[in-house]
């Protein structure tokens, strides 16, 4: 599931290998990713039932 991320467009990380970047997120963005992570579970719970048969 693609989430959106919008970055001020003042912000550089520049050439490093870490760096802030301020970021927005929609308002649902907590509930997009628990959605995201309950899809993954089940899909990984049947993956599991699927080998144990």
Excluded: C, T, W
């Amino acid at each position: 599931m693609k989430v959106p991320i919008y970055v001020d467009g003042g912000d550089d990380i520049g050439n490093h290998m870490s760096g802030v970047v301020s970021a927005r997120v929609p308002d649902d963005f907590d509930k997009r990713v628990e959605h995201a992570l309950q899809v993954f579970a089940d899909a990984l719970q049947a993956s599991f039932e699927e080998e144990g048969e």
